[in-house]
């Protein structure tokens, strides 16, 4: 379990922890909630090395109980997660009486639920119970992405800490350390916050292909690779054959971004640029002016809404190519 991403994105969160313990104010219930991505596991092991840590400067992240935590393997941290699909009322029972066992030492106790939202109704009322019976240095922290759908009684009974969504660039910057390749990592980024997500989507494969199209469709555009019109039937046909709209939004926002990456380029302003190694193919060609290239983005925009109305797709491209290219 690494912190770099905790530390560097949920500063105020951390903050919390530790004037909460200064100034003993620390619950026993917390209730982790954010968006997919948001390092909430990160954030219960990082409060768990809190309490467990004995040098004075907590947590050190050196002694050996914090480096336990960080192993995943203190006996004083009990991790509960959904088994296929839900946590049940069985995996509650186990936990109470693991965490009630009389521990050989005096040390604090911190149990850890994944998806709380996926429990029971029977495991979420043995769970209340239980949680009414943690007292001194026994904490529960229950983690969820959607508060909503989480029991109000256990709502009710806890301390809701809310995460803040990944900036991009740390997305970027993830995705980059997992071997994703850099352009592809920054416009990902840009599309969710999640590096989860980012590494489902490659995954699942068409994201990939839809960024090339995104690439090639762009250069016959700025008018460096043939007839734009040609090149989407040529290396488009997959996209032609996909009914699922999400697909061509999706493609859509892709031909947004690059054309703001391009009304970037003309303004000089270099530093946020997504398709880092396409612009540089695309400016030698680039000779429209800032007005141009920003009515191009409005009209794709408006091409991206007509696809929420039910539209041919062959169309709608043919269109829309022509449109952009005029
Ligand atoms: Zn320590």
């Not at 839900?86 to 998806?115: G, M, N």
């Not at 803040?164 to 592809?184: F, N």
């Not at 190519?321 to 005029?326: D, M, P, V």
Request: a negative charge; one cysteine or more.
């Amino acid at each position: 379990m690494k912190f770099d991403t905790l530390l560097k994105t949920q500063r105020k969160i951390i903050k919390l922890f530790h004037n909460s313990l200064r100034k003993k104010r620390l619950v026993h219930i917390y209730l982790f909630e954010g968006a997919k991505g948001t390092p909430k596991l990160e954030a219960a092991y990082y409060f768990a090395a809190m309490m467990l840590c004995r040098e004075t400067e907590k947590p050190c992240l050196r002694c050996r109980d914090c480096l336990r935590v960080q192993k995943e393997i203190h006996p004083s941290v009990f991790l509960v997660r959904p088994e296929t699909g839900t946590i049940r009322k069985q995996q509650i029972e186990t936990l109470e009486r693991e965490f009630s066992l009389t521990a050989l030492s005096e040390d604090a106790r911190i149990f850890i639920i994944e998806d709380i939202e996926k429990a029971t109704l029977t495991a979420a009322n043995s769970l209340l119970k239980f949680t009414e019976e943690l007292d001194g240095d026994k904490f529960g922290i229950m983690l969820t992405e959607n508060v909503n759908q989480v029991l109000p009684t256990i709502r009710s009974r806890a301390q809701i800490v809310s995460f803040e969504k990944l900036p991009p660039e740390v997305v970027a910057e993830e995705l980059i350390s997992k071997g994703v390749e850099e352009e592809t990592s920054r416009v990902l980024s840009k599309l969710t916050n999640s590096v989860e997500e980012c590494m489902e989507l490659i995954g699942e494969g068409k994201i990939l292909d839809l960024i090339e199209l995104a690439r090639k469709v762009g250069l016959s555009l700025a008018g460096g690779n043939g007839a734009p019109l040609l090149t989407f039937y040529e290396e488009g046909k997959f996209l032609l054959e996909d009914s699922d709209r999400r697909s061509h939004r999706l493609f859509l926002d892709l031909l947004i971004m690059l054309a703001n990456d391009e009304l970037a380029y003309i303004l000089g302003d270099e530093e946020g640029i997504l398709f880092i190694n396409t612009i540089p193919k695309i400016a030698p060609y680039l000779q429209v002016d800032y007005e141009t290239k920003l009515r191009e983005v409005e009209k794709l925009l408006n091409y991206k809404n007509r696809l929420n109305y039910n539209v041919n797709l062959e169309l709608f491209y043919a269109d829309l190519l022509i449109e952009i290219a005029r």
